[in-house]
């Protein structure tokens, strides 16, 4: 039974939320769940006994993999909650807990920084992990300081059942003492896993795989056997092949890149281990054609739209460069340096922007002369605007996709949405 303190403060908060939306200062999901949580600290571990909790977590990719878990499991047995509007720390878990109606499951993005701290009062029955990489130095600090928390979250408790990424050498290490299903998802971007996270000795890398051998003065850490494998297919449109136990599934988005097949193949084991086919699963992923606003295709006031795409960190921003580098698209980087985003910009130095040498580009955001500069340092010669619309509608042709940072995107997003009738 619910307390009289949990019911004072889930009043408090859904009124805290409401007034924020009234006044148009957000969406209201953070504040009301600050105001639950100051009023009963122990809301989320009363609010959590009625679900079976799956958390999603990982660097890169938890909200669209959490997304895409949530339909993959829709037409189960299983009332879902989620957090859909990606305010994934605790003030954000807070009130969609506090929302259930029925026993269900409550399928929740987590902050990487967060899953420590919320892994007793939530009591999930499963963890998803996706990548461990740089991102916000500045509030993060270094990838291998995330990986040691979460290794010493598992080292405590062994029995946790985890699906995890084991193409990615500081989620293998963080999570082996726990119960894993490993999942093979290659392995674009390894500037943040060039050396060993158990002995720190350079790792050997072939291919997609990793090796830290005794016999040239390692530790032995290597990458662990997958139960599934996902091998990307060469054409265009970015299929791939999920072999699960020997069976093959052939796995196509209408999300872009590689890195949305690599979340959906998290996403299909993990829905495999509540009774729901790879092929289901796939089937419903299938219809996602955006998430909060990633591949929106936003009007630019002049008859054409733009395709826009997240990208926080040089492993992002990797992967969709890669992407667009054979299209025929012309780009607007857009850049802020807020505290969401990370206020050093130096992490612009990391990213392959000469992948997009062919393409016009424009500079934009709150730090558009930053791009400019690393921009030019390419030979890419950008138009600069700090309005990444205005910069969109001065690039020719009907291709346009902007790349945003994290504020800007969500920025563009309110935009797209009070442009929706």
């Not at 929740?108 to 007793?120: A, G, P, Q």
């Not at 999942?183 to 890398?205: H, I, K, M, Q, Y």
């Not at 733009?306 to 607007?332: C, D, F, H, I, M």
Request: charged residues 20%.
């Amino acid at each position: 039974m619910t307390s009289l303190r949990t019911r004072v403060a889930i009043s408090s908060g859904r009124m805290a939320g409401a007034v924020s939306r009234l006044t148009g200062r957000g969406q209201g999901a953070t504040i009301s769940g600050r105001v639950m949580n100051a009023i009963a600290p122990n809301l989320l571990r009363d609010s959590a006994q009625s679900q079976k909790v799956i958390i999603v977590s990982s660097t890169n990719g938890k909200t669209t993999t959490t997304r895409l878990l949530v339909d993959a499991l829709a037409e189960s047995d299983f009332p879902i909650i989620t957090n859909a509007t990606g305010a994934n720390l605790a003030s954000g878990i807070a009130p969609v807990l506090a929302g259930a109606k029925r026993t269900g499951l409550a399928i929740l993005e987590v902050d990487e920084r967060v899953v420590s701290k919320v892994i007793d009062p939530l009591n999930p029955v499963l963890l998803v992990l996706g990548n461990l990489s740089r991102d916000q130095l500045d509030r993060y600090g270094e990838v291998h300081a995330v990986s040691a928390a979460w290794r010493k979250l598992f080292l405590a408790k062994p029995s946790l059942a985890v699906i995890a990424n084991s193409s990615d050498p500081n989620i293998v290490w963080a999570a082996s003492p726990g119960t894993v299903t490993w999942v093979a998802l290659g392995r674009s971007w390894r500037e943040d896993a060039n050396t060993c996270p158990s002995c720190g000795r350079l790792l050997e890398w072939t291919n997609d795989s990793y090796d830290c051998p005794i016999d040239n003065g390692g530790c032995g850490f290597t990458q662990p056997e997958a139960v599934a494998h996902l091998k990307f297919s060469e054409d265009k449109n970015e299929s791939a092949t999920l072999l699960i136990q020997e069976t093959s599934h052939e796995l196509r988005l209408a999300l872009p890149g590689k890195w949305n097949l690599a979340n959906a193949a998290l996403a299909v084991v993990a829905a495999n281990s509540f009774g729901v086919t790879p092929k289901q699963a796939i089937a419903l992923m299938a219809a996602v054609t955006n998430v909060a606003g990633r591949n929106m295709k936003l009007p630019l006031g002049d008859g054409r739209n733009a395709q826009v795409l997240l990208a926080k960190n040089p492993a992002g921003w990797t992967e969709v460069l890669q992407y667009l580098s054979p299209r025929s698209t012309q780009v607007v980087v857009a850049v802020n340096a807020r505290v969401a985003d990370g206020k050093d910009t130096s992490w612009l130095y990391d990213v392959p922007y000469q992948l997009l040498r062919g393409h016009s580009v424009a500079a934009a955001g709150e730090r558009c002369l930053d791009v400019a500069v690393r921009l030019n340092a390419e030979d890419l010669n950008p138009i600069i605007d700090s309005d990444p619309i205005a910069a969109a509608r001065r690039l020719k042709g009907d291709d346009i996709t902007i790349v945003a940072s994290y504020t800007q995107f969500s920025a563009l997003y309110d935009k797209y949405r009070k442009s929706k009738p």
